[in-house]
């Protein structure tokens, strides 16, 4: 075989194998939507439709101890590293001294217990959890080059590790700096609301073990849900108001010193 | 006019390059690759069926039921089990062949419990060092009905300072109810009822006074004569009986 009559074998045998290999995928199992939606509920109630749901998270700042157990769950339902500086949520204290200083130390980093502060110059403190906010018109969204991070039908602000980049730009414009980059998987990784949990009609893990119910999760969807109730019985605020970035974590008895 | 033969083999390999596109566009990708939607939908997907690790609330009672109704009137009510017991879906489904672990040692509780001025107000905290040091809290609290012991069965409970000055100082043999009662209701209430202090010299002469041979009084004792010694004071104005050595 000469070299003109390989190339013209070439030419006419690749094209030909991928249409028919793509034919064959088409004949086997039409691409549609329907292959996503997911699989019936094991538990013979009705399959989960997120047309149906629209999700949202409560934080009762007044009853959060600082006790780090929803930072733990975290790490152990989703497989966040145990690295102390890689988490989908934190618990925050705040510490508003006489002369009007704020400082803010970040808990979940482990090192920082005790306050440092002298407890005669301090006027206030309090621990915040922060998560992601799961906004309804998220800045990460917006910013991310190849579509890989969304919004969920029900409202759940994920991350698609097999399309993401991981070009952090969606970390830079998250104003409340929920993500960070995985360590293994080289891909952007925030808090998804335990989206596996939730089609499972489970609650996620922080609010599964927050032991003084600071954390309330609910359908905003339903009438029946606690957090329904919570929006009606609190007054509340979400973070930074200001960037129209519309959270859907709402929370109740919020110090004006918050950011 | 005559097309020359340049423009329609030009022509040929134009339309082949146009239909390879359109196939490679069209039939080649996958259309999840290229339709948000579909791709979207699978993420979506892949996410919902990642493996739940913590079993929820309602999976613990089915076989626990006795523990179930005793936590849920006590004070640790709306605590989920796996909030101290750890993600428990493995056990749950294998009960058998996985145990989740209970934490028994001193370190655990204080996570909750342990005096923090950014606490609430009201939420019960403790100061893990004066509190009944070294000893397991699961020793006097259940955690499954956590009340505070009726009664402190050691007055080092709340005066821990106390306890551990005397166990270094001379006294450290010398129980605490040898010189104070303690009313039944201080242990309960302890500001309606004090215990007592000795109220006279004599008290203290009964191992320190010249002569003295009480039951137990330790023959070092150091001796003084009460009728010449400190006039009309009272021992522990000058001496502090729970470090004798340390005057005021």
């Known amino acids: 075989m000469n070299k003109r009559e390989f190339l013209k074998g070439a030419i006419v045998f690749f094209p030909a194998g991928g249409v028919l290999s793509a034919l064959a995928r088409q004949a086997a199992g039409k691409e549609t939507p329907a292959q996503a939606t997911p699989p019936p509920a094991a538990n013979g109630q009705q399959a989960y439709d997120p047309a149906h749901h629209l999700y949202g998270m409560g934080v009762d700042v007044d009853k959060c101890i600082g006790c780090n157990r929803c930072a733990v769950a975290c790490k152990a339902e989703n497989g966040v590293p145990d690295e102390p500086f890689y988490f989908r949520t934190w618990v925050e204290r705040y510490t508003i001294a006489r002369d009007g200083e704020v400082v803010v130390e970040n808990i979940s980093l482990g090192a920082v217990r005790e306050t440092t502060q002298d407890a005669r110059e301090i006027v206030r403190t309090f621990f915040v959890p922060k998560l992601c906010n799961h906004c309804a018109n998220p800045p990460c969204v917006q910013v991310c080059p190849v579509n890989a991070t969304f919004t969920t039908q029900d409202g759940a602000v994920i991350v698609d590790a097999e399309r993401c980049i991981g070009c952090r730009y969606c970390i830079q414009a998250c104003p409340y700096g929920a993500r960070y980059l995985h360590p293994k998987t080289k891909t952007a990784d925030k808090c998804t609301f335990c989206y596996h949990r939730l089609v499972k009609g489970l609650q996620p893990a922080c609010v599964e073990v927050c032991p ?33 970035t519309e959270p859907k974590v709402y929370y109740a008895n919020l110090d004006g010193e918050v950011r | 006019m005559r097309i020359p033969e340049q423009v329609n083999r030009l022509a040929i390999v134009i339309g082949v390059l146009v239909a390879l596109t359109l196939l490679t566009r069209f039939v080649l990708i996958p259309r999840s690759l290229v339709s948000t939607d579909l791709h979207w939908a699978a993420a979506t997907q892949r996410e919902a069926i990642k493996p739940v690790k913590f079993a929820g609330s309602t999976a613990c009672q089915d076989c626990h039921e006795d523990v179930a109704v005793k936590k849920a009137r006590s004070f640790h009510r709306a605590l989920s089990c796996e909030g101290c017991h750890g993600p428990a879906a493995r056990h749950a489904d294998d009960p058998s062949a996985v145990k989740p672990p209970a934490p028994r040692d001193r370190k655990f509780c204080p996570v909750c419990h342990a ?98 041979d009480a039951k137990g009084a330790p023959k070092e004792a150091p001796k003084v004569d009460l009728a010449t010694h400190g006039g009309r004071n009272l021992c522990w104005e000058c001496h502090y009986p729970h470090l004798p050595e340390g005057r005021l």
């Open chain 1, 212 to 244: 003084t119910q600071a954390r309330i999760f609910g359908d905003l969807k339903s009438r029946a849900s606690r957090l329904v109730r919570f929006r009606r019985l609190n007054k509340l605020h979400v973070l930074k108001p200001q960037l129209n």
């Open chain 2, 115 to 212: 005096y923090d001025p950014s606490r609430p107000t009201g939420f019960p905290q403790i100061n893990p060092t004066a509190h009944n040091p070294l000893k397991p809290c699961i020793s006097c609290h259940n955690p499954h009905d956590p009340v505070p012991p009726k009664v402190p069965r050691e007055c080092a409970a709340c005066h821990g300072q106390i306890e551990r000055s005397k166990a270094v100082s001379s006294h450290a043999l010398v129980a605490c109810t040898t010189c104070h009662r303690a009313p039944e209701q201080h242990r309960r209430a302890p500001r309606s009822a004090l215990p007592s202090k000795p109220e006279t010299r004599d008290f203290c002469g009964t191992c320190h006074a010249q002569g003295a």
